[in-house]
C-alpha cells in the first residue's frame, strides 16, 4: 500500500512538470503571433507569464524552469518591438482600468493609461436590439520585481437595460505584454 502512494505521488509529480513546461512551451509559441501578448489562459500560463516566483515554487523541476526561462528570454527579446500606443483619454474609464491593476496586481505601479481610438463596438441580438456596448483600452504598469513594464489591455463595457446603457464600476484585464516603461 505504502509503494503504491508512493509511486502515486511520484508519477503525479513527473507528470506535472511535464505538463507545466509543456504549457509554458504552448504559450511560448502563441506569443510572437499575438503581437507578443501572453495569451495566457490556464493557470500554469498565468504563474509563468505573470507570476515567475509563484510558478517557480509550485514547478521546481529542471524541465519547468529551463522552460520558464526560455520564456522569459523570448520575452526579453520581444519587449523592444512594442510600444505603448497614443490615444483618447477617459478618465473615468481609466480609473477602473487603474483599480483593475490595483486589485488584481498588488505593488503594481500604473505609468499610463489610454483608450483605444475605436468608437465603443455596440453588441445586439438576432432582432437588432442592443445589449451592450464596449470600449478598449491600454495600462501600463511596472511591477516591483520586473526590469520591464507591462501592456494589458482592458475591455469596459456598459449593458442596455431597453432605455439606456447603464454605467459600470469596472473594466475586465485582459492578456498583457511586456515592453520598456517609456
Not at 503571433?33 to 521546481?60: H, I, M, N
Not at 490615444?87 to 505609468?111: L, Q
Request: hydrophobic fraction near 40%.
Amino acid at each position: 500500500m505504502k509503494h503504491t502512494l508512493l509511486l502515486t505521488l511520484v508519477a503525479g509529480a513527473l507528470f506535472g512538470a511535464g505538463f507545466a513546461a509543456s504549457q509554458v512551451e504552448k504559450l511560448q509559441a502563441r506569443m510572437a503571433a499575438a503581437d507578443g501578448y501572453l495569451q495566457a489562459d490556464t493557470t500554469v500560463e498565468k504563474d509563468a507569464a505573470l507570476y515567475p516566483e509563484k510558478f517557480k515554487q509550485k514547478f521546481s523541476d529542471p524541465e519547468s524552469l529551463a522552460a520558464l526561462a526560455t520564456l522569459q528570454k523570448e520575452i526579453a527579446r520581444l519587449a523592444p518591438q512594442w510600444s505603448f500606443p497614443d490615444g483618447p483619454h477617459d478618465a473615468r474609464i481609466e480609473g477602473f482600468a487603474r483599480k483593475g491593476v490595483d486589485d488584481w496586481h498588488p505593488g503594481g505601479k500604473v505609468v499610463k493609461t489610454v483608450m483605444d481610438t475605436a468608437p465603443w463596438n455596440i453588441h445586439k441580438n438576432s432582432l437588432g436590439i442592443p445589449l451592450n456596448r464596449t470600449r478598449r483600452g491600454f495600462v501600463m504598469y511596472k511591477m516591483p520585481s520586473d526590469t520591464l513594464c507591462r501592456q494589458q489591455a482592458f475591455l469596459y463595457t456598459e449593458k442596455f437595460d431597453g432605455t439606456g446603457y447603464q454605467p459600470s464600476n469596472g473594466v475586465r484585464l485582459n492578456y498583457a505584454r511586456y515592453l520598456a516603461c517609456k
